[in-house]
């Protein structure tokens, strides 16, 4: 069982920023894609940025403009660079990878807050 591991997560004033990472504990076979979701209290959770095995990316619209998604060198790694952040992207945030055959791996969640 594939198990994703995230970190960087914290308390952050607003326009401030943070990188969360996500390493999977072996290659995932067949691929498709991987990403980040999250889900604040009281909401459903919700994608926040996702990137396919062949490159394209797909964001929120509430995050363009101010977060990145990026693959490490390591098949199963993926990352999420957030800048300008505002109060309402507290939350916690999961990271997620699917393969080819719709099968969905989870992490356990890293959270972010951002206060003053």
């Known amino acids: 069982q594939v198990q994703l591991v995230e970190s960087g997560g914290g308390l952050v004033q607003p326009g401030g920023s943070l990188r ?3 390493v999977g504990s072996e290659d995932i076979r067949d691929l498709y894609a991987m990403g980040w979701y999250r889900q604040a209290p009281g909401k459903l ?7 396919e095995e062949a490159g394209r990316t797909t964001y929120a619209d509430s995050v363009k403009g101010r977060f990145t998604i990026s693959r ?6 993926v990352y999420l660079q957030m800048n300008m952040l505002k109060p309402e992207d507290t939350a916690v945030y999961y ?21 003053s």
Request: aromatic share 10%; net charge positive; proline share 0%.
């Open 72 to 77: 490490g060198n390591a098949k199963s790694t």
């Open 45 to 51: 959770r919700e994608l926040v940025a996702r990137i």
């Open 20 to 22: 969360l990472s996500c």
């Open 95 to 115: 990271c997620n990878s699917q393969n080819y055959y719709g099968t969905n791996y989870w992490g356990q969640g890293t959270q972010v807050t951002v206060s």
